[in-house]
């Protein structure tokens, strides 16, 4: 819930969810397929892989890949 950035990936319906979770100073990435109702019934929303990213990946992903959402 409440992502901080969702950012475009190259991969159709595919985005990148960053969410920083206060945990020990650590921050996460959360790759998810999106549903769109282009999709064959029976799709559903899915987690591809969620793994801790380091400070400079982080901001390298904000600073070159184009930013879908942003939370205010």
Same mark, same amino acid.
Do not use: H
């Given at each position: 819930? /409440?992502?901080?950035?969702?950012?475009?990936? /190259? &991969?159709?319906?595919?985005?990148?969810?960053? &969410?920083?979770?206060?945990?020990?100073?650590?921050?996460?990435?959360?790759?998810?397929?999106?549903?769109?109702?282009?999709?064959?019934?029976? =799709?559903?929303?899915?987690?591809?892989? =969620?793994?801790?990213?380091?400070? &400079?990946?982080?901001?390298?992903?904000?600073?070159? %890949?184009?930013?879908?959402? %942003?939370?205010?």
């Amino acid at each position: 819930q /409440e992502p901080d950035y969702i950012i475009a990936t /190259e &991969k159709l319906y595919t985005a990148n969810v960053l &969410k920083r979770i206060e945990c020990n100073g650590k921050s996460y990435q959360l790759v998810l397929r999106i549903y769109t109702d282009g999709d064959p019934d029976g =799709f559903q929303n899915s987690i591809i892989t =969620f793994m801790k990213i380091n400070e &400079k990946e982080w901001n390298r992903l904000l600073k070159n %890949k184009k930013i879908l959402y %942003k939370s205010e």
